[in-house]
């Protein structure tokens, strides 16, 4: 590790460096009208959400990025589905098992 200067800014070695995500996805550089919840926006869009559009990092990036990135519920079921009530035991479960669907990556 060595000292570095990124944008003029001088980083010393071993500094803790934190994104700023929450502000990167409302760059209004990259965004019309950032805060407006806006669904369709991506409709048209090339955008990818696996980590290379910097500016669009749901699962964020690199090696730490989100290993559940692929994962969906599974054909026809809806989120209401989802049950997430326990049943009765000495430890808390699930009453009805969560399901997860793969999708390859690769
Ligand atoms: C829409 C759904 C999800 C979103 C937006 C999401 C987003 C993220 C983000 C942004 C991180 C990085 C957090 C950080 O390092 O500060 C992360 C990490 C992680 N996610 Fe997800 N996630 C989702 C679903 C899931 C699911 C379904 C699973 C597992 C079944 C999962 C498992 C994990 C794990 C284990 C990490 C830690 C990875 C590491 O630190 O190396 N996520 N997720």
Not at 46 to 70: A, T, V
Request: proline share 9%.
């Amino acid at each position: 590790m060595k000292n570095v200067i990124v944008r003029g800014y001088d980083i010393p070695a071993k500094t803790m460096v934190i994104a700023n995500i929450w502000a990167i996805m409302r760059d209004p550089g990259f965004w019309k009208d950032p805060e407006v919840f806006w669904p369709e926006r991506f409709e048209d869009s090339d955008l990818q959400y696996k980590g290379h559009d910097f500016h669009y990092i749901p699962f964020l990036s690199g090696r730490r990025i989100c290993p559940g990135m692929n994962l969906a519920l599974p054909d026809g079921m809806k989120p209401e589905d989802v049950a997430s009530s326990e049943a009765i035991g000495l430890l808390f479960h699930l009453k009805t098992p969560l399901q997860l669907k793969a999708t390859p990556v690769f």
